[in-house]
Each structure stands twice: as C-alpha cells, then as structure tokens.
C-alpha cells in the first residue's frame, strides 16, 4: 500500500509522474495550494467579483462551486453564485440537476438555472432530432457547446456576474488543445489560456478556469471526498463527439509515459506565448451580433447562425433588408444552405463534404 510522503499513513493519491502520494488530509492542502497558484500565477480574480460558478453538476463543476464559496469566505469582496444550464438531455441531466440543488442547498449558495426549451424553444435533443432531419451535418456537441455558450455568458450577465468561473481541468483543456493542433485551427489554440474573452464588449463576461492546471483524477478526488459525488454518470452524446477518442489516446499515453499531461499543457502555454508575440489573437475582433447584438466574432453570431440552419429563428423580409450588407449576406448564405441540405435530406443522405465538417463542441 502506497503511503503519505508527508506523514506516511495510508495514500488516498498517488502522483506518479511526481513521485509522490498523500494521504486525505495532505492531498486536500496539496489540491488548495494548486488551485491557489493557479489563480495567483494567472491573475484570475480581482479584489471585488462577482463570481458566477457555471455549474453542470458533475464532478468538476461542483468541485469547483465548493473550493470557491469555501475560499470567497476567507475573502472579503468576493461573492459566489452558480448558474446552470440544463440543455435538455433525457436520462443524463436531470440526474446531475438533482446532484447540483442538493450541493447547492447545502452550501447555501444562490442559484440560477436556465433551459434551452425555455430559451430556444427546444431541447438539446429535440434540437438534433431536428438537426438530422433537416440534414445538418453537425454533432450534438456542436449544438450544445454553441448554445450553452451563449446562454452562459447572457444568464451569468444578467445575474450580475463581473466574472464566470468554469470547471474545465487539465485534462479538458489538452484534449481541446490537441483536438485543435489536429485541425490545424491556431485562432482556437490562441483561446485556450486559463482568462479568455474579449473583455472589451460590454456584453462579455470574462472566463475564468481556476482548474487549468489540475488533473481530473484530483478534482474527482477532492469532489469524492467533500461527498460532492455520488454517482456517476455520462452524457448520451459524449461517445460521439470527437474528444471521445482523444481523451482516450491522451489516458494511454500518460498511462505509458506519465507527465504527458503536464507536457502538453507547457507545450500549450508555450504555444500561447508564440501567438501572442505572433499577433494570433484568440479573441479577435468583437463585434456585436447584428441579430440578437450578443458579442460575436463575426456580422452574426454562431447561435443566430445555427438556428436560421435548424430552422428555428425565421427573420422577415423587412428584418432582412434592416441588416447590415455583411450580416445579410451571412444570413442569406445560411438559408440557401438550409434550402439545398433540405432537399438533398429528402432525397438522399448529406454529401461527404458536409458531412466532413468538424464539431466544436466543449467538454461535457
Ligand atoms: Fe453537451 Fe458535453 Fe453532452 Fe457533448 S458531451 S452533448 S458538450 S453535455
């Protein structure tokens, strides 16, 4: 039995690629002097916030709610919220919304939950069933990642949020990294550092990801021994989304060599250095969505974009010829899209081209 290296009772972890192990109680100071050089190293937090936690209800994120409203009470100006967005996802979410509402009444922590039926007028699996039939070459995680997106940065804005903390861990943001170094997509690598957004919009919230550089296996540890995690579940989608795999080739990678996380997240921090001395900016230019006036990177947003594709937000001609030349041009593009993908789903299966379209949904 692998033992303390700091007091030597019985280990509860083993870091192998460190070469040490602890036990509870020296894992949990090991885990908060991690979380706190994080925040310290990359400035995430300012003396007075608004913190609102985007919670999902599984491991990560409610390992995080916990570390921060334990940590907001030692820290006077800070304030702690959690925001949930329920996608609509039969057998997996209302599960982890149950786990979410008990650990929240227990931490006495206000809370926000917000739904996509409520919202777009659909759930996250209605919005594939009509995704499939309209022959949307896009994955669940696509749909998902956009829209809770968006609703995330509006609700959490709305609650009054200065700043969103997410509970992305090490292993979320290498996977992410490595899914985009294989798509050869350096815009998305360069929005891959712990603080991300165009913090100029005055719609945009900052993100924050106080976990960036903590393993999986120690938020699923801190959150097993804080009684934060009492089952496990998995969403329907997430063996068909692209980083299905790669998690998988990155686990046996670090089982084989350990420290092949630790790696790839230098590699990406140095990445990100390389870029911004390079001038590859992840934020770009921020402009607002001449729909619904969100902040967006192009004329109209993704979310707009994607619901005139699904068929779910219908602009009349006068809405139409009120748009920028730009804006329009986009939304035109996107009907003659829906147009020819609706004939070809009645006639016959999507063409290779479309269905070769990548899939850019986040982390489950
Ligand atoms: Fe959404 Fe994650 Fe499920 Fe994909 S795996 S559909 S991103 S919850």
Request: glycine share 10%; hydrophobic share 35%; with cysteine.
């Amino acid at each position: 039995m692998a033992r303390c290296s700091v007091c030597g009772r019985p280990a509860v972890y083993v870091d192998r690629a460190g070469g040490v192990a602890f036990c509870e109680k020296h894992f949990l100071e090991y885990f908060d002097r991690k979380v706190r050089r994080t925040i310290r190293r990359f400035r995430l937090f300012r003396p007075r916030e608004r913190i609102v936690v985007a919670v999902s209800g599984g491991k990560d994120s409610l390992a995080l709610l916990h570390y921060l409203v334990r940590l907001s009470r030692r820290v006077p100006g800070w304030e702690v919220k959690a925001l949930l967005v329920d996608e609509g996802i039969k057998g997996y979410r209302e599960y982890t919304i149950k786990r979410f509402e008990r650990v929240a009444g227990e931490l006495g922590v206000e809370y926000r939950i917000v739904r996509f039926r409520d919202e777009l007028g659909y759930t996250l699996d209605e919005i594939v069933r009509l995704g499939a039939e309209r022959g949307l070459p896009y994955k669940p995680c696509t749909y998902c990642g956009v829209f809770r997106r968006y609703l995330m940065n509006k609700a959490a804005r709305e609650m009054g949020a200065t700043v969103v903390a997410t509970g992305h861990n090490l292993d979320d943001i290498v996977q992410t990294y490595l899914m985009n170094v294989l798509g050869n997509d350096w815009e998305k690598v360069a929005r891959l550092g712990p603080v991300s957004g165009p913090a100029s919009h005055p719609r945009f919230v900052r993100k924050v990801k106080p976990f960036y550089e903590v393993l999986e296996k120690e938020t699923t540890l801190y959150a097993v021994l804080h009684g934060l995690y009492d089952g496990f579940e998995e969403c329907p989608y997430a063996p068909l989304g692209e980083r299905w795999e790669i998690r998988r080739l990155i686990n046996r990678l670090e089982e084989q060599r350990p420290g092949t996380k630790y790696s790839l997240l230098r590699s990406l921090l140095n990445a990100l250095e390389i870029l911004r001395r390079a001038g590859v900016a992840g934020d770009g230019e921020v402009r607002s969505c001449a729909i619904c006036g969100e902040p967006s990177a192009h004329p109209v947003c993704r979310a707009c974009l994607l619901r005139i594709e699904l068929g779910i937000l219908e602009l009349s001609e006068e809405q139409l010829e009120k748009l920028p030349r730009e804006a329009r041009e986009m939304v035109l593009h996107a009907l003659r899209l829906r147009e020819k993908r609706r004939r070809r789903a009645s006639g016959g299966a999507a063409s290779p081209a479309d269905r070769g379209r990548g899939d850019s949904g986040g982390a489950g």
